[in-house]
């Protein structure tokens, strides 16, 4: 048997919201045992990749940071390889800032270009916020989850945009599950009004743009050809699959609770399970699908 690799998504497939999901540790395990490889690879920006390991061990999921593939590691790289010696404006938590810190870039948080005062009521006013009012002139903006965004922050990576800064998101989900029905606006929701209001192109990050696959092959030597995608988000993992010319698993314990009577062209799955127990359960009906 060949041994593959597995590209997991962690919400819906590993856990949901503040519980690891049924099957998940098995799953893991069961991986182990036969031989087969696997990463997570999550568009999250929140968290470094050594935090999200420390967070995942402590709930019985054997990965460590070297699995931990996520947009918050990917865009310290990203930026690193294309941005090094530019002054980048950051919009994202602060674990964000800190591994793109470890990675030696010229980051601001806009704290730190704007006056306090204007910060907290900058009102209609933009002439605080005019390139050549700021000390710094950050030719990037790059947009990762920030949950103090607000209206000042918006205003002047707007006007960045506008005088001719790139435009980054190290993700464009829209929302995100909270616990209950309800959701959560999502970095792709805050990268929409930036968008909206500057015409800019967006560069993302995340899936279901490669870079994550691209990444997984380079530093862990995978090739393309052994890896399966195994998610829950038909317009992230599965379309991310479809890009990168990999199988894929939809998994039933996330976003998309049933398959669907007609699939969107490049978001098909390869294979549908239940969850993790009833994939565990198919394996082998799963493993002569994606290796045809
Ligand atoms: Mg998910």
């Not at 997991?8 to 690891?20: H, N, P, V, Y």
């Not at 199988?247 to 976003?255: R, Y």
């Amino acid at each position: 048997m060949r041994k593959l690799h597995f590209l997991l998504d962690g919400d819906g497939i590993l856990w949901r919201g503040s519980k690891t999901l049924p099957g998940a540790p098995e799953f893991l395990r069961f991986l182990r045992e036969r031989g087969h490889g696997y990463s997570l690879v999550s568009n999250n920006s929140s968290r470094r990749r050594e935090s999200v390991a420390a967070h995942l061990t402590e709930r019985g999921l054997k990965l460590s940071a070297a699995d931990v593939f996520n947009s918050n590691y990917l865009a310290g790289r990203y930026m690193s390889d294309h941005h090094a010696g530019d002054d980048i404006l950051v919009l994202g938590q602060d674990e964000l800032m800190q591994e793109l810190q470890s990675w030696s870039l010229r980051v601001h948080r806009a704290e730190d270009l704007m006056p306090p005062d204007v910060l907290a009521d900058p009102g209609l006013g933009i002439a605080p916020f005019a390139a050549d009012k700021l000390a710094v002139n950050p030719t990037v903006v790059l947009v990762g989850i920030d949950t103090s965004v607000n209206w000042a922050k918006i205003v002047l990576a707007c006007r960045l945009i506008e005088d001719g800064a790139r435009l980054i998101a190290t993700n464009r989900d829209y929302s995100f599950p909270a616990e209950g029905k309800y959701l959560l606006p999502g970095n792709g929701a805050v990268v929409a009004v930036l968008e909206g209001v500057t015409g800019a192109d967006v560069t993302t990050l995340g899936k279901p743009e490669t870079h994550l696959v691209e990444l997984v092959e380079r530093e862990k030597g995978v090739p393309r050809d052994l890896m399966v995608v195994v998610g829950d988000r038909l317009e992230t993992d599965i379309e991310l699959a479809h890009r990168a010319g990999i199988p894929s698993v939809l998994v039933l314990t996330g976003i998309t609770p049933e398959p669907l009577a007609r699939w969107p062209e490049n978001q098909k799955p390869t294979f549908i399970a239940r969850d993790l127990l009833e994939l565990m359960s198919r394996f082998d009906e799963f493993f002569a699908n994606a290796t045809r």
